[in-house]
Structures are given as structure tokens and as C-alpha cells.
């Protein structure tokens, strides 16, 4: 069958299917991008945007990884490699994630022979000068923020078969629990869940989702992605530890180690792996060398800063609680977690289930497109309840949309007469992927009440931010599994936590003369295993300080010798990201409009201040000299996915073809659509867009054209409208059995002659 005709025979069908449709009311629509599992999110990539014709969305070429670790500072630079295939100029958009607690400072980039240096500015300002400099033909980069750990970075004037760099640094403190230290690395930017109803969605938006009225940058956290590109990456890493390394382990990747010098490693990604799950290490010292505190000053200015870090002793803090537990679990059976990630959190379950104790109290709630308790309230865990229990989460099946806040707010309001008498627990098991992060830590900061809340990150690549920001509003603490085989001992570690009272009530005093202003402005309770970690800018370093807290034996209470010997860079900056994160708390919570302006001018100041990237600030680079003649039109519109094979000496111009020939097909199609909704109300329509958009984001790991789905308000991605929430079930079924056939059609056209 012809194109044309095909093109034909679909529009027939398309007009069947709305009036299928019509009838149908709509309360309310959600985007999903479901991967086959979450294992297949995708790494950092350019979208290279071209006019009046399908661009290309050319994969990273190449991704370098520095990291140099001193002490518990790790210094990064992230530098990733471009190439425009076109003989056009174009402007490209890099989208790529980064560790939730990074703060991003400088920004360089490298076009041909030349560097360019970023400026910190406010966020405005800093678009108005890209945008100034992409009109006058200079070479330009500018760097966002769109959530802590996802950020984006748009590059202006690429030349015809130009090589550029883009080279981001930060700056993040190392994790330590259980006497371990560790860094993450994240690789992905994973398939977002985004629920809400569509709102205005600029035309130029690069996403795969248009925003809705609960998630409205949708269009900016949703990159397009190709999982079958290659997406190659090294990662070097100088590791001063500040003490003699017993284990090293990195516990996805294969690594490689030689050693400096007696206190100096170098490690190494192995060859030929790819960016598709987080690179995690761990190294820890001799128990009996690892140090009960830590001390870290800096110099910087007229101020000094201050990290102190302590592990309280575990027979004097910490023992095991008598007192029973209610404890709630929340686990996540969205498409997105199919695959191993699911099987990680039924084992992982299973095994918290196993540990209650007759005397506790339990209850699960399971959640996808809706949410769905075990138990009307938490019910003895005896023999019989545990054994249903474990029934209930071994039936899971991933599959559905990630409606997290309902059953969040389930959890947490399902109190009752007796739980006052429980140590009450909420542990949340997900991969996080959804785009309404700050509705879920609103309403976990306003019904946590005397709760405390875990979450379990589950998966290659979990939302971290998300995880760990619930963790501390929750008082409680966050945990990733990444395999089946750390499901048993990370799991143990849970639980002796769970088990175990926190330190709360931490406090720490400096002597009167000290003026010190805490980062993050209270100090987290602590259970087993962990550490006090807090940064302070103070007017004068103290010689001493004194640490208390309230434990199972009273009060904690330890002084702290100070020696100013030592000066560690790069406090200042970690100072600058915790500050800027307790500010965007309060920004978040403010209901005026006035005093959210406030707030908001404080984080601007502190962030030019420190040089650091934010919601307010941006970092943007802009080369001098022009490179692009006043002739050559800058090509600056979205569109299709192109391969990097295409791109290597391996590409088939028979594939670039039919491919650039179904990109048209669906344009057509996508603009058909939209004339054809005009015989339905809008609610309706986006039904029938939900349907066609989800076919060849299903079948061909593609998106639609984004000048169509803007004209069409079509998003490019799998989109999962609950039949609950639709038409009736006989009408789902009839535009089901239309859609079939369609989709036999196209396949039909995809067999060769």
C-alpha cells in the first residue's frame, strides 16, 4: 500500500474513533512516558533543531567523568562531546541529570579552538543575553536548572560539521552510613510520570509531555530518547580518601585500580561500558581507624566555614526499641517499575514483612493509576495477616500510570485510636519517576505530624531528588537498591535502623561570640549507623564546640576540639547549595505572592553570590566573536529522533529515508487529528490524542514531529488515560479493536517489497 493511501484509509478510521469518542467526558488526563522497565531511561543527549524539516536528535558521542575526591569533598566535571552532522547551523538543547545535592558552578565551552567561560547571572537576564548573542551569529551556551538533578543546556550557532564540548562542574559532599563512604553518579534522565490535565505548552518545547496544571514544566523535563543509541562513558576518578582504603567496590560497574601512592587511588571506568543506570562506589577504612568525628574548615573572605561530621557511639546512643511499631508500606507498581525493578521491591518487602513482630502493626497500599490498602487500617502483625501480606505484594504487576500523592496522603492519614500508642513508620518503595515532586513534599511536610517516613529507591536510575528530600522531611532515611543482590543486606540495614531509636533533638553550640549560621537550619535525627553531618558559616573559627541530642539513655552530650590547621575548599559552595535548598523549602510554602518575591530574591542573591546554578540563576557562556555569516539562517525548531548509527560509518541511507519518510506520515497525520477535533469537545479530543500518540511512541521507539504535537497539543509519549475516568468500558474496547487496525496498517507499510 502506498503512503497516500494508507494516509487515507487511517484518516477513515481516525473519524470512526471519534465518534466513538464523542460521547465520552473527560475529568481528567494523564502523561505518562512508560519505559519497558526502568532500566531503560535514558542517559544525557542533544537535540539538534532544525527548520522545515525533521531535525535530529544526535546521542552524546562521547561522555568524560573527572572526579577528584578529597577527604568527603568530591570535585566533578562532566564533559560531553557534540558533533553537528547537518550542513546547516543549528542551535542544540543537551538535557542531562546530575546528583540531587550537586552544586553547579561553572560552566565551559569548547568550540573548535576556542574556550569559553561561564557567567553566573539571573535567570531572566541570563536567557535575554544567550538569546541577544544567537541573533548576532556568536557562539553561545546557556545552563538551567529544571529540577536539582536535571539540568539543560542550550548551545547557539553549532556550524555545519562543527565539534563542540560542554564541560559542567560541581561540587558534592561524600555520603557516609554504616562506617561506608560513597558517591553516586546518575547516568539517566529517567521517563517521568506527569499527571494533570494539559495547560498552554510553548510551541518550541523540546519535551515529550505538555505541561499540565499539576506539572507545568512538563514540556522541559521530558527529553526525547533513543534507546538504541549508543551512549559510551568513561569516568575517572582520584580518590584521597584521607586514610588508608581496606575495601574498595563499585557495585554496578566493573572498575579498575591502581594506587598513587600510599594514601592515593586511581580507579577507572572499564571499557566499553554504557550510560544506562547510576555508577555508584563505596570505600570505607579499618573499623578501628574509622574516625568517631570529622572537622573541616575553610577560609574564604572575612568568613570561615565549618563541616563537622560525628558518629555518635552505638552502646551509649542506640539500642533496640521495645516499643511496637505501626509501620505502612507504600510500594509502586507503575509500568515503570516492570521488570527487575519490581522484583527488587517484592523481595525487598517480603523481607520487612518477615521481620514484624506479633506485637506490631502493618498495612500495605499499592499504587499505579490509583491506590489500592490491603487492609481498610493497619491490622496485628500475626501469622495470618503477614501470610496475606505477602500474597498481596507477590501479585503485583507493573503496569499504569504513577499517581504517588494519593496514596502518599492515604498512608499518612490512615491514623486511628490506637496507632497513638505505635513507634508509627511509613516506608515507600519506588522508583520515583514523576514530574509533581513539590505537591508530594507539600503534602508529606503538612500530615507527617509524629510519623516517620523511609523510601526505598528502587532501580537503575531512581528520582534521588525526590527520595531523599520525603527522607528529610520524613525525619526518617533513604536507601537505593540497585540489584536483586543487595536486596538482603540493604534491607538488613533498614531495619536495624527501623529498629533502633533516632538521636533527635540535635543540637550543636559554639561559644558566645560566635555567630553561626547553619545551612539548613536544623540537624536531621539520626538512627544507627549514620552521621551528624552539618555546615556552618560562623564569623570566627571556635577552638571548641559541644554536640547533644536526646537518645534512648537520656541526653547525648560530646565537646569538640577545633584545629584550624587544616582548610578544605570548597565549603563555601556546599554552604551555598544546603542554604539555597532550605530557602527554596520556604519559597515552596509561602502562599503570598509577595513574600514568595522575597524569598525568591534571596536565593538569587546568595546564588550570584557562590557562582551556583538555581532555579532563579543561570549559568551562560557567549563567545565575542561572531561565527555564523548573517547569511546562514539558524535553524531553531524540534523534531525526530535520529540514531547515532546514522551517524557512523554503518548508516543505510535506505533507513535515514524511511525514516524521514514515516516522520511526514505522522506529521500529517498528528495535523489530521487536530482538524478532526474540532467536531469534539477538547476533553474528548485529547482522548483520541492520547490513543494515536501512544502508537508510535509504542511500536517504533519514536516521538511525533514536535511542530505537529505543538499544533496538535499531540505529546510525543505512551499516554495513559484510566478507563475510569473515560468512557465506558464497551467504548474502550471498540476504539481498541480501531486502533489494532491501524497500527496493522502502518506495520503493513514498514514490510519491505
Request: one cysteine or more; charged letters at 25%.
Amino acid at each position: 500500500m502506498k503512503p497516500h493511501q494508507t494516509i487515507s484509509v487511517i484518516k477513515t478510521l481516525v473519524s470512526v474513533i471519534c465518534l466513538l469518542l464523542s460521547s465520552s467526558t473527560i475529568a481528567d488526563i494523564s502523561f505518562s512516558q512508560k519505559p519497558a522497565h526502568v532500566n531503560d531511561a535514558e542517559a544525557g543527549s542533544i537535540i539538534f533543531k532544525f527548520a522545515d524539516s525533521p531535525s535530529i536528535m544526535q546521542t552524546a558521542l562521547d561522555t568524560k567523568v573527572r572526579m577528584d575526591i578529597t577527604g568527603v569533598i568530591n570535585r566533578v566535571t562532566v564533559e560531553q562531546i557534540f558533533t553537528n552532522p547537518s550542513n546547516e547551523w543549528v542551535e542544540g538543547v543537551y538535557v542531562f541529570p546530575l546528583p540531587e545535592d550537586s552544586a553547579v558552578d561553572h560552566l565551559t565551552m569548547f568550540v573548535n579552538e576556542r574556550i569559553i567561560e561561564g557567567q553566573i547571572k539571573e535567570r531572566e537576564e541570563a536567557k535575554k543575553t544567550y538569546e541577544k548573542a544567537k541573533s548576532e551569529g556568536k557562539s553561545a551556551s546557556l545552563v538551567e536548572q529544571q529540577r536539582p538533578n536535571i539540568f539543560t543546556t542550550s548551545v547557539a550557532n553549532i556550524a555545519p560539521g562543527a565539534t563542540i564540548g560542554i564541560a559542567i562542574q560541581y561540587q558534592q559532599a561524600v555520603l557516609i552510613d554504616n562506617d561506608k563512604f560513597s558517591i553516586r553518579f546518575p547516568m539517566v534522565v529517567g521517563d517521568r510520570y506527569i499527571p494533570g490535565t494539559m495547560v498552554a505548552t510553548p510551541n518550541n518545547a523540546l519535551g515529550v509531555v505538555p505541561n499540565t496544571h499539576q506539572v507545568n514544566d512538563a514540556s522541559k523535563i521530558t527529553p526525547p530518547s533513543d534507546r538504541r543509541a549508543d551512549l559510551p562513558i568513561t569516568i575517572d576518578i582520584n580518590l584521597k580518601a584521607g586514610f588508608e582504603v581496606e575495601s574498595l567496590d563499585s557495585s554496578y560497574h566493573k572498575i579498575v585500580v591502581n594506587q598513587s601512592d600510599e594514601l592515593t587511588k586511581q580507579i577507572s571506568l572499564d571499557k566499553n561500558y554504557q550510560a544506562d543506570r547510576d555508577f555508584e562506589l563505596t570505600w570505607s577504612a579499618d573499623k578501628s581507624l574509622s574516625p568517631e568525628l570529622a572537622l573541616f574548615t575553610q577560609q574564604k573572605d572575612d568568613h570561615y566555614y565549618l563541616m563537622l561530621m560525628a558518629t555518635p557511639p552505638k552502646d551509649d546512643v542506640f539500642k533496640r526499641t521495645n516499643t511496637p511499631r505501626e509501620v505502612i508500606f507504600i510500594i509502586d507498581s507503575s509500568g515503570s517499575m516492570a521488570g527487575g525493578a519490581m522484583t527488587q521491591a517484592k523481595n525487598a518487602l517480603n523481607r520487612a514483612i518477615a521481620r514484624l513482630k506479633p506485637t506490631d502493626r502493618f498495612n500495605i497500599i499499592d499504587f499505579d493509576s490509583g491506590f489500592r490498602p490491603l487492609f481498610k487500617g493497619a491490622v496485628p502483625a500475626n501469622e495470618t495477616n503477614k501470610k496475606n501480606g505477602k500474597y498481596f505484594v507477590n501479585s503485583r504487576i507493573a503496569d499504569g500510570g504513577t499517581e504517588a500523592l494519593d496514596a502518599i496522603e492515604y498512608g499518612l492519614g490512615s491514623r486511628d485510636s490506637k496507632s497513638e500508642n505505635y513507634l508509627r513508620q511509613v516506608i515507600f518503595l519506588t522508583d520515583g519517576q514523576v514530574g509533581d515532586e513539590d505537591e508530594i513534599f507539600r503534602t508529606v511536610k503538612w500530615k507527617i505530624e509524629n510519623d516517620r517516613f523511609f523510601s526505598i529507591g528502587i532501580g537503575s536510575a531512581p528520582n534521588s531528588y525526590l527520595l531523599t528530600k520525603l527522607a528529610e522531611f520524613g525525619r526518617g532515611t533513604f536507601t537505593y537498591i540497585g540489584s536483586t543482590q543487595e536486596v538482603g543486606q540493604k534491607m538488613h540495614d533498614l531495619f536495624e535502623k527501623l529498629e533502633s531509636p533516632a538521636l533527635t533533638d540535635i543540637e550543636v553550640d559554639f561559644p558566645t561570640e560566635v555567630n553561626a549560621e547553619l545551612a539548613l537550619g536544623t540537624i536531621s535525627d539520626l538512627y544507627a549507623g549514620e552521621t551528624i553531618t552539618a555546615v556552618y558559616k560562623v564569623n570566627v573559627l571556635p577552638d571548641n564546640l559541644i554536640i547533644s541530642g536526646n537518645g534512648i539513655n537520656g541526653v547525648f552530650s560530646k565537646n569538640i576540639t577545633i584545629n584550624s590547621s587544616n582548610n578544605t575548599k570548597g565549603l563555601d559552595v556546599l554552604w551555598g547549595r544546603r542554604k539555597i535548598d532550605r530557602l527554596k523549602d520556604i519559597y515552596n510554602n509561602q502562599f503570598k505572592e509577595k513574600s514568595r518575591d522575597l524569598v525568591k530574591q534571596d536565593i538569587v542573591t546568595l546564588a550570584l553570590q557562590h557562582h551556583l546554578v538555581s532555579d532563579f540563576t543561570s549559568l551562560v557562556a557567549v563567545d565575542v566573536t561572531p561565527t555564523r555569516p548573517e547569511s546562514e539562517q539558524l535553524n531553531s525548531q524540534s523534531i525526530v529522533k535520529k540514531r547515532k548509527a546514522y551517524l557512523s560509518t554503518n548508516y543505510n541511507p535506505q533507513d535515514v529515508a524511511l525514516e524521514a519518510e514515516l516522520a511526514l506520515f505522522e506529521a500529517e497525520l498528528a495535523q489530521f487529528i487536530q482538524q478532526s477535533s474540532k467536531q469534539l469537545n477538547s476533553s474528548a479530543s485529547s482522548s483520541v490524542y492520547s490513543a494515536m500518540a501512544a502508537l508510535p511512541k509504542a511500536h517504533y521507539s519514536r516521538a511525533l514531529p514536535a511542530n505537529a504535537y505543538a499544533a496538535a497539543k499531540v505529546p510525543a509519549a505512551a499516554i495513559v488515560v484510566p478507563a475510569s475516568r473515560t468512557a465506558t468500558n464497551s467504548q474502550l474496547f471498540m476504539y481498541v479493536g480501531a486502533l489494532i487496525l491501524l497500527l496493522a496498517f502502518i506495520l503493513r507499510r514498514r514490510k519491505p517489497v
